[in-house]
């Protein structure tokens, strides 16, 4: 997108919020009050994550909160919205004088395992600035699982086997107790993508049913379709298009999408029924001669499973 567009969205959206906040004059509602000169604008930094899945001796997590004055010493009250009873959450944060960040620990010492557990916080209103654009929020919201990642597939090829006649391989993880998975490496990629299986018959403890749709976590974006087809993309960290040359392979991938529903993408993961799952992808390469088609189907035998509770 070039400055000029640029300037004409900034543009329009001034105008949008200028009509707006004279709609509202007009009906009765007035702006909220403007913070004091010397309000600190504290706020949660984004790089807090709004998921925490650790492991069994984890009893606590620390967040960043930061402050765009930074002159003098400050506590600042932590007002909790909602929480699980588990969490014990301070009253304040504490900014030594000069420090534009601090940090927050809530605990949650004898927290139940694979149950996901959650929490929300804000900071006081008259530390904080709404109408500030910075990197993070006033309010806080995350979700805390306890359990462990348990290896249950060992060294699972992915064979692209229509175009590129590749294989990759990959081990696959199970969070104990949910019905969510992680493949490492996937496709090469260099990076691990979680998926759960959807199936309403899936059962933590039953290895039989393990199967149904692969569906993502992370690493995707919902596509629009024109064809009646629904079909996720695979993206980066930053969101753009994934682009990996898998090893072997005559050219680099540019995009790959992927067909939804178990008549397209689907996942068996006993070992006993080949192939144990497929990928109905469309391929852009960066040779266009490439593009088109890609069934990637998965290979493990029983040999390779290790059965929850074992």
């Not at 007009?26 to 309000?39: A, K, M």
């Not at 597939?153 to 104990?176: C, G, K, M, R």
Request: net charge negative; hydrophobic share 35%.
């Amino acid at each position: 997108m070039n400055m000029k567009n640029i300037k004409y969205i900034l543009y329009t959206a001034a105008s949008v919020l200028c009509l707006s906040m004279t709609s509202c004059s007009e009906n009765g509602y007035e702006p909220g009050p403007e913070p004091s000169r010397d309000c600190m604008e504290a706020y949660f930094l984004s790089s807090n994550p709004s998921e925490y899945i650790l492991g069994s001796e984890s009893t606590s997590v620390t967040l960043e909160i930061g402050r765009l004055k930074a002159d003098n010493a400050a506590s600042i009250p932590v007002i909790v919205e909602a929480k699980d009873e588990v969490f014990k959450v301070p009253s304040t944060v504490e900014f030594q004088a000069g420090e534009a960040t601090a940090r927050l620990t809530v605990s949650f010492e004898g927290i139940e395992i694979q149950k996901e557990k959650r929490f929300t916080i804000r900071l006081a209103d008259e530390y904080v600035n709404p109408y500030t654009v910075h990197d993070g929020s006033d309010v806080f919201s995350a979700t805390v699982l306890v359990s462990s990642w348990k290896k249950v597939v060992n060294n699972a090829q992915f064979w692209f086997s229509s175009i590129l006649n590749v294989s990759t391989f990959s081990d696959i993880y199970w969070l104990e107790g949910l019905n969510r998975f992680r493949i490492e490496n996937f496709l090469g990629t260099g990076i691990d993508l979680s998926y759960t299986i959807l199936n309403p018959d899936f059962k933590a403890d039953d290895l039989s049913t393990w199967q149904g749709e692969l569906s993502p976590l992370d690493h995707y974006a919902e596509e629009p379709s024109d064809d009646g087809f629904k079909y996720w993309s695979l993206r980066d960290a930053d969101g753009n298009w994934l682009e990996w040359t898998p090893a072997g392979a005559a050219c680099k991938i540019t995009g790959l999408s992927v067909y939804r529903t178990t008549t397209y993408t689907n996942i068996i993961m006993d070992g006993a029924t080949e192939p144990t799952g497929y990928l109905t992808c469309y391929i852009n390469c960066e040779d266009s001669s490439y593009d088109g088609w890609e069934y990637i189907n998965m290979y493990w035998g029983t040999a390779d499973v290790t059965a929850p509770g074992k």
